[in-house]
């Protein structure tokens, strides 16, 4: 959930303050788990709000935040998120959105792999199988604009939030063999991060039982609030609790050793772990045509989002334009149509999101 809202946003978690799957706001005094309350959303503008602003259409489908309505507005078209969607019954919405709705954009998310890849683990055949299904639906998606006329007026982005790696019930960081819940903690959200607020009075308590911990609890990293690495951008909100722990790749948070975590494969890990990162593909008449560059950030995606759109309005972001600049074409690059447009032997990527963008002038 955090790095959608990243991806439109060109924020931080801590800047647009969806900080995990499940937070404590502390003003507030409320929990957030996958809420399309408005308010959660409103800190920062997603792009498709900016792009209605000057005059463009735009649709959302199924994306997080997009019944979240700023000042009323939301995009022109909205589907809300429904679980077991079939992928290639939204793209076909989606392309129509293209063809015939006259929609400058579109953004699209579909739960596979990534559900598959939490089930079954990364690397296993049932994610391969699927990788290919998909591959099957995106080279059909490739026709179709062919077809209609579409190629060479769409730019197409292909990203992701996250990556992933394998899990099991035999790494489980039990905390509940350092500090007792119950007596000791109002809140909490344990997976691949902690999230700890200890009740009033105990925080030094519970973050020097836990700091000691480190010396034989080596797969965890503990921090205050305040000595959070700056690198994970991950400090300067009030949501972000007092006490943060941070798993080794691989390994997951419990509140006690009877916990067993149905999981065969997780995200949420440390970014610089290369099973973090994913893949990021975009076709069109304002892309380079085989080009390739070694990497981008999530919060780069907006600015190019912006410069796609001719957007004149666009938020300041922590995004660079220089990460992207490279990627563009002063000169159409029409591919041929059809065909697929992931190998099976790319890295597989999880929760795929589309981008569909009408093109420069």
């Not at 055949?125 to 179709?144: N, P």
Request: hydrophobic share 35%; glycine share 6%.
């Amino acid at each position: 959930m955090p790095n959608h809202w990243t991806l439109v946003t060109g924020m931080y978690e801590e800047d647009h303050g969806i900080i995990a799957n499940k937070f404590w706001d502390p003003v507030w005094n409320k929990t957030y788990q996958f809420s399309t309350e408005s308010e959660w959303f409103n800190n920062t503008e997603p792009v498709w709000i900016t792009a209605e602003k000057e005059g463009k259409k735009t649709g959302a489908y199924m994306w997080a935040g997009n019944e979240a309505t700023y000042d009323g507005q939301t995009a022109s078209i909205v589907i809300p998120f429904a679980y077991n969607a079939e992928f290639e019954d939204s793209m076909e919405v989606v392309v129509q959105w293209m063809a015939e709705e006259e929609v400058d954009f579109a953004c699209l998310y579909t739960d596979q792999p990534d559900s598959d890849g939490h089930k079954y683990g990364p690397n296993s055949e049932e994610v391969k199988e699927r990788i290919k299904a998909i591959d099957k639906v995106l080279g059909k998606m490739m026709d179709e604009f062919d077809t209609r006329g579409l190629t060479d007026e769409v730019n197409i982005l292909i990203a992701s939030d996250h990556g992933m790696t394998d899990v099991n019930s035999s790494k489980m960081i039990n905390l509940g063999a350092y500090i007792d819940f119950d007596a000791d903690i109002e809140w909490s959200y344990l997976s691949a991060i902690g999230l700890i607020i200890p009740k009033p009075g105990n925080l030094d308590e519970v973050y020097t039982t836990l700091k000691d911990a480190e010396t034989t609890e080596t797969h965890m990293k503990v921090y205050r609030k305040a000595d959070i690495p700056d690198d994970l951008k991950y400090k300067n909100n009030r949501r972000i609790t007092d006490i943060v722990l941070v798993a080794e790749p691989g390994w997951l948070f419990a509140k006690s050793a009877t916990y067993k975590t149905s999981l065969l494969g997780n995200h949420g890990f440390d970014n610089k772990n290369s099973d973090m990162k994913t893949t990021f593909l975009a076709r069109g008449p304002d892309f380079k045509c085989g080009y390739t560059q070694d990497a981008m950030r999530s919060v780069d995606l907006y600015p190019l989002l912006c410069e796609l759109l001719q957007l004149e309005t666009c938020h300041s972001s922590r995004g660079w334009t220089n990460n992207t600049q490279n990627l563009l074409s002063i000169e159409p690059c029409i591919p041929v149509a059809g065909g697929t447009v992931i190998s099976s032997t790319v890295v597989p990527i999880f929760t795929l999101i589309f981008f569909l963008t009408t093109k420069l002038i």
